[in-house]
């Protein structure tokens, strides 16, 4: 299976990834290569089975819907970039 | 004095023939001077270990102390400790300070456990070899030039060295029990759900799983004692009671019906480990234990579904690093797209980048249901292979890794070999099931390790066998030359 460079570019914009130019080669190579591996997924017939996504086909549990966390904002912010009055910065998306 | 078990220092403190300020001090000194050697450590933590040694001294004097109280431990730098560092191998979190406590360092800490520090990793855990480490590989202490396996390396390499009694690791396709082959150590995977994931840095949530590195088994059974249990804070915690693990090490294997799958024992193994492993299976026969063939038929699409679950859930959970709220953040962002792209770009590194790109790929709109939904049918089919099995048979044993540790480089070229590595090791994660890897000899000099999987919940009879044959045999007691104390 191999990927062709603007697919390299579209899934690395879907996923923000910045890409340097030069890095598409290697990283076609790459993707190509573990698709293959994975496309073994496809020597067997899987009709009739149902998907597995918790291995003991158990569901998420849900808590009560009530508040549990104090505030820590400012304990939490410690470790941001950049804020302003308990706001977190970033560049301006309105004109 | 570093060659002591968990089990021994445990004695040493209770009986106060040592204090635990004195042993935490002595193997701070050690890790200092040595982990130059090894890289094992991201981060010392010694005013944080002097503080807990001493009020582990307390308990003790007051007689309030527990069997792990004042013990020194380190944990892999996934696990969140507040106030500290907590970098997950990689730039992007290069700066975080966790501003809370894993459930797993909680309870360790609760018990009087003594944090010595954060180990080395591969970036966000995705690596074999911990060579994707943002802080450089640690290295294999039986022998510098190799990797120590990963993505727990540091903790194996750690403990393997004696530079700490045990540490913490997490398994999402073998990065507890592959490393722990590598460096002739104990590893355990437990159940998924049995350990606690909150505070623990996602990685491929429906996989990983926490767990101890240890010189023993009777040593993994006291911390998994403590480490395991429910908790509300993680949604797929299960709510049942904990084992008491070191009650039943002491059991006799008469009659216990151990399964050798055919399909890890081919040509993909090399031939010494097979040799290494057959006489590790002629020890458990002179205990009672008896052996079957068994069948894993769809193993071989063990790893090809792991590349597909694991990168899917990767690329999701690696969604929150976007600059903003904590983490690296670019220089001088144009606009917003900018300051995404860039602050991600620049500070992951390729192994991650990599299967961030495999699982938005297979995620994507047209592709979901011939990737992640066929890895989920394949997964359910593994799944149903281990209880077929199980049916026949109380344990499975086999290889933990086709070869011993690698060079360093070796297999930094191709992805796909690197995969490869967990071969033995991926299925349990898939099908959620726990496994044990223990040293069972060596091939070059360098250390094999033997694993053991069980049904779920069955954490317990793998740490008995394990222990059992423990008792028979010395190879968990080697210390790589260069750190024997002389």
């Known amino acids: 299976m191999s990927i062709d460079s603007s697919e390299i570019e579209k899934i690395a914009w879907l996923a923000r990834l910045s890409l340097n130019e030069d890095d598409i080669p290697a990283s076609k190579a790459d993707m190509s290569k573990i698709l293959d591996l994975v496309e073994q997924m496809n020597t067997i017939d899987t009709g009739g089975i149902e998907p597995l996504a918790h291995p003991m086909d158990i569901r998420a549990r849900l808590r009560a819907d009530e508040v549990t966390e104090t505030d820590q904002r400012a304990h939490f912010q410690k470790n941001a970039p950049a804020t302003e009055d308990g706001h977190y910065l970033v560049p301006k998306v309105i004109e | ?486």
């Open chain 2, 1 to 486: 004095m570093f060659q002591h078990t968990i089990a021994e220092l445990s004695q040493l403190l209770q009986s106060k023939s040592i204090s635990s300020v004195a042993l935490t001090r002595a193997y701070i000194e050690r890790c200092e001077s040595l982990d130059t050697e090894l890289n094992c450590f991201i981060t010392l933590t010694p005013e944080l270990a002097l503080q807990q040694a001493k009020a582990a001294d307390d308990r003790i004097q007051s007689g309030t102390s527990e069997a792990l109280t004042g013990i020194p431990i380190a944990h892999k730098d996934i696990f969140c400790s507040k106030n500290i560092k907590t970098s997950c191998g990689s730039k992007m979190l290069d700066n975080f300070v966790a501003p809370y406590d894993a459930t797993v360092v909680e309870r360790l800490a609760n018990a009087g456990m003594v944090t010595l520090g954060k180990t080395n990793m591969d970036e966000f855990a995705m690596g074999s070899s911990n060579e994707t480490s943002f802080y450089g590989p640690a290295l294999n202490p039986w022998d510098k030039q190799r990797v120590p396996g990963g993505s727990s390396g540091g903790s194996a390499s750690a403990v393997a060295a004696r530079l700490v009694a045990g540490a913490t690791g997490t398994d999402t396709g073998g990065s507890i029990r592959q490393p722990a082959a590598m460096c002739g150590i104990t590893g355990l995977k437990p159940t998924y759900g049995r350990v606690s994931r909150y505070g623990m840095i996602a990685y491929a949530s429906s996989l990983d799983q926490g767990g101890p590195l240890t010189q023993t088994a009777e040593d993994a059974a006291m911390l998994l004692s403590t480490m395991a249990g429910f908790d509300e804070r993680d949604s797929t915690s299960v709510d049942r009671p904990v084992d008491n693990y070191n009650s039943e090490l002491t059991n006799k294997l008469d009659g216990i019906k151990i399964g050798l799958p055919k399909e890890f024992f081919n040509q993909n193994l090399d031939s010494d480990i097979g040799d290494n492993i057959n006489s590790a299976i002629k020890i458990l026969k002179e205990c009672g234990a008896v052996f079957k063939e068994i069948e894993l038929p769809n193993s071989h699409l063990s790893i090809p579904a792991y590349y597909v679950v694991a990168p899917a859930e990767c690329s999701s959970n690696l969604e929150r690093y976007d600059g903003v709220r904590y983490g690296y953040r670019c220089e001088d962002p144009k606009d917003l797209a900018d300051l995404y792209c860039r602050s991600r770009g620049e500070s992951f590194g390729e192994e991650v980048k990599r299967r961030i790109m495999i699982g938005t790929y297979v995620l994507s709109s047209g592709y979901y249901d011939a990737y992640y939904l066929q890895a989920q049918k394949i997964r359910r089919l593994i799944r149903d292979d281990f209880q077929q099995a199980f049916n026949d048979v109380d344990i499975i044993l086999g290889p933990t890794t086709p070869t011993t540790a690698f060079k360093l480089n070796e297999n930094m070229d191709d992805p796909v070999s690197m995969y490869l590595s967990d071969i033995y090791t991926v299925s349990a994660n898939l099908a959620g099931l726990p496994g044990i890897s223990i040293p069972s000899g060596f091939s070059n000099g360098l250390p094999v390790g033997m694993q053991l999987m069980g049904n779920y919940f069955q954490e317990s009879k793998l740490l008995n066998i394990a222990h059992q044959y423990q008792l028979q045999t010395d190879w968990h007691k080697q210390i790589p030359g260069e750190f024997k104390e002389s």
